[in-house]
């Protein structure tokens, strides 16, 4: 019976005497999302038609039908002359249909040994690993604009925090190639996470494997995967690769939102530390002075839907048994809305801080209140053979009597100095300078110029740039 002469009119109709209500096929449609991955879901198709013509489950003459009536119908899809129907569910169905139209009987030999459960896990990760590598290269040009912006501003100083209090001196590259660094774990996790991605379902079938006789090898050398998976009934029901892939997106995200949040608050009056260029800015509709940093908001507040789909979809596997249920539908719009977002902030963020400007004046400046040389006197001390804790608790005392006269360091006289130690010499001076204070720290991964200007190169060499 043709699938039209079937009372439900499905592919799987065969055993229904009734109609689908219009309801559930609206309620359990996933066409209007997974039609995305039809370019993935095309590519296995060929591979497993061309192992069914190897184990001539097909001949070779069906499996060139299928392949050519897949070519056009992909190009169908690429030039959007293809109607995605709601009825015929999702992407799967929705391809397999129209290549069954296209080339006859030839095409309903497609699903042989084959399932949507290993199907559409098959679709997704072929997918992700696609997304994987277009993630590396966004986060790559975001990490190429911190690095332009580290050499433009190598030498200015500002004020390190911790507790957003301020606690020493650091260079301004120091600060913004710490966050090369975490983008270079960013792209290190999504390249790990390749192992769990890259592993080949096809061949579980719906869930316990099929009795004829397949070779999934084949196919995994076919779509470029070098492992099979081993258990049919895990497969089926594993979104684990997923579920990786999304923290990985969580931690880029974590860390844009940690950068927006300083850009936030740099842009302010009160800190006056940069300025973002008036094209990345927007104004108030009622507040004609306004010049408000939305970009870093919304990335900062874009945080928590991709938050959102990690939880999202924990929550969706938690409770199933093994193996496939239709929850696992759900699996893909926390996905590709926690991408999309992703990839758009990391995108805007490369833009944003070519188009941002340090206030260099303004940040040494900020150095100057705060005793922020503090440590450096009780390291002097520390290299005069004095125990640290005493040392700590002589400067402690210095930073009281100076909060209480209302001076800085620097203001202080030898004479002053040593009525706190003995131990304190006219080379002091040479340590109370910020300049001073941020060359001295030379220990690995420290913020002296050395230090900042190996791992800038550093950094140049691996992105290729000059
Ligand atoms: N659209 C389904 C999904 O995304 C495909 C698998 C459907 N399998 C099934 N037995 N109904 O999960």
Request: net charge negative.
């Amino acid at each position: 019976m043709a699938d039209q002469d079937k009372p439900s009119g499905k592919m799987w109709g065969g055993r229904f005497s009734e109609a689908t209500a219009a309801s559930v096929e609206a309620f359990s449609a996933s066409i209007q999302y997974d039609a995305r991955l039809y370019h993935h879901d095309i590519m296995g198709s060929k591979a497993h038609a061309r192992m069914l013509a190897r184990q001539q489950l097909i001949t070779e003459e069906e499996c060139e039908a299928i392949i050519n009536g897949l070519t056009a119908i992909e190009e169908d899809i690429d030039q959007g002359r293809f109607e995605f129907k709601s009825e015929l569910e999702d992407i799967h169905m929705n391809i397999e249909k129209a290549l069954t139209d296209r080339i006859g009987p030839a095409g309903a030999k497609l699903h042989t040994a084959r399932s949507r459960n290993d199907q559409v896990n098959l679709d997704f990760r072929l997918y992700l690993r696609d997304q994987v590598a277009e993630m590396d290269t966004l986060l790559a040009s975001a990490q190429s604009a911190f690095v332009r912006l580290a050499r433009k501003y190598l030498g200015a100083i500002m004020p390190g925090y911790t507790h957003l209090q301020r606690a020493q001196p650091v260079l301004v590259s120091h600060h913004l190639l710490a966050y090369y660094e975490m983008f270079k774990r960013d792209r290190e996790r999504l390249q790990a996470s390749l192992q769990h991605i890259n592993v080949l379902p096809l061949g579980s079938a719906a869930l316990a494997g099929t009795g004829l006789p397949i070779d999934r090898e084949f196919v995994a050398r076919e779509l470029g995967f070098p492992a099979v998976s081993a258990n049919s009934m895990d497969t089926s029901g594993d979104r684990d690769f997923a579920l990786e892939f999304l923290f990985c997106l969580n931690l880029i995200h974590m860390h844009l939102s940690r950068l927006a949040e300083e850009l936030v608050l740099w842009s302010s009056k009160e800190f006056d530390f940069v300025r973002i260029g008036d094209r990345y800015c927007t104004g108030s509709s009622i507040m004609p002075q306004k010049k408000n940093p939305d970009i870093p908001e919304l990335i900062r507040g874009k945080s928590g839907r991709v938050t959102g789909a990690l939880v999202s979809l924990l929550m969706t596997v938690k409770g199933l048994p093994l193996t496939y249920n239709r929850d696992l539908q759900e699996d893909k719009e926390p996905v590709f809305d926690a991408l999309d977002t992703v990839k758009a902030s990391v995108s805007i963020v490369a833009e944003l801080l070519d188009n941002t400007e340090f206030n260099v004046e303004r940040l040494l400046d900020a150095t100057h209140g705060g005793f922020m040389t503090a440590t450096d006197i009780a390291d002097y001390l520390v290299c005069k053979n004095m125990p640290f804790r005493q040392a700590h608790g002589v400067v402690g005392r210095i930073v009281a009597h100076c909060q209480q006269q209302d001076m800085e360091l620097t203001e202080l006289t030898l004479a002053e100095l040593q009525e706190f130690s003995q131990d304190i010499e006219e080379d002091i001076f040479k340590v109370l300078s910020v300049e001073g204070s941020v060359n001295s720290r030379t220990s690995l991964g420290g913020t002296a110029i050395e230090r900042v200007t190996e791992a800038l190169q550093k950094a140049e060499q691996t992105l290729g740039i000059k």
